[in-house]
């Protein structure tokens, strides 16, 4: 099993910056990608951004490009997004989300093995 706990959310001014971090604990050393989803009130939960844990392949929804960044610290077990230049639409809770599969499609929910409980993010304008 892996645990999942993000952290970093809170409330940000349109155009300003939340860093999230999502700490992994227990079998690691099965996880070949994590990434982050959203889902904001009303809404089906969507793809944000993931990472492949081993030579560090990214990939993006398009409304975040150019916006946020996703990177990795394997030794720490950790993954961050960097968010800039938020808008309003921005605003959702966070989730992060892990997987051990070899192979995965980054928006499908259903290859994604592991959960945290989220973080809210706010972007007031």
């Known amino acids: 099993q892996v645990q999942l706990i993000e952290s970093g959310g809170g409330v940000a001014l349109t155009g300003g910056s939340l860093r999230l971090s999502c700490a992994a604990s227990?079998?690691?050393?099965?996880?070949?990608?994590m990434a982050w989803f959203r889902q904001a009130p009303g809404q089906e939960r969507e793809f944000v951004s993931a990472?492949?844990?081993?030579?560090?392949?990214?990939w993006y929804t398009d409304s975040v490009k150019g916006r946020f960044t996703i990177s990795g610290d394997n030794d720490k077990n950790t993954v961050y997004l960097q968010m800039n230049n938020l808008k309003p639409e921005d605003t959702a809770v966070y989730y992060c989300?892990?997987?051990?599969?070899?192979?995965?499609?980054?928006?499908?929910?259903?290859?994604?093995?592991?959960w945290g409980q989220g973080t809210q993010v706010t972007v007031s304008s």
């Open positions: 990472i492949k844990l081993s030579g560090s392949t990214t």
């Open positions: 227990g079998r690691t050393s099965s996880n070949n990608a």
């Open positions: 989300a892990a997987t051990a599969r070899a192979s995965y499609a980054v928006r499908n929910l259903g290859d994604w093995s592991y």
